[in-house]
């Protein structure tokens, strides 16, 4: 009978070890599935800002055509005001400045207005990036004293008056 005890205890220490190694496995599987995951989602975020960085684009340039076509057709007329300026030959050929209220396509995008605000934050980035690339001037002591020498002439001239 000690036979049999003894496989017992063997196919218990196997089975044991077995259930180690299984446990592993998942683990080492649900890490791959995150590492993928996530080199994913890094993959579409990277993908969304090109997106939303070119919808910004396509909307400033409608931006900038609307206002030229707004702007070469005011005296004569266009699509937004109508062409009775063009079918009319009145003297009277003042201009009339457009409004943003004659922005008929740029304010009828849902994202104009998200991407004016996104195209404005690039910008002032970009100006303050090219900010911190000119090396500030150092003033000195003489600086100073030229300053004061100007302010003083133009103070001296004003107690003439």
Do not use: C, W
């Amino acid at each position: 009978m000690p036979d049999v005890t003894s496989r017992k205890d063997n196919t218990s220490s196997t089975s044991n070890s077995s259930s180690i190694a299984t446990a592993s496995e998942p683990t080492q599987v649900t890490r791959q599935k995150y590492d993928e995951t996530k080199a994913e989602l890094q993959a579409l975020l990277n993908r969304k800002k090109q997106v939303d960085s070119n919808l910004i684009n396509l909307e400033h340039s409608i931006y900038l055509f609307e206002g030229s076509y707004l702007e070469d057709t005011q005296s004569n007329g266009n699509i937004i005001r109508g062409f009775d300026g063009y079918l009319t030959n009145r003297g009277d050929k003042r201009k009339q400045k457009f409004t943003e209220l004659d922005r008929l396509f740029s304010l009828s995008s849902s994202t104009y207005q998200k991407a004016l605000a996104l195209k404005e934050d690039q910008d002032s980035s970009q100006d303050d990036r090219s900010l911190k690339k000119r090396k500030p001037k150092l003033t000195t002591g003489g600086d100073v004293q030229r300053k004061k020498k100007r302010l003083g002439s133009v103070q001296a001239t004003d107690d003439d008056d």
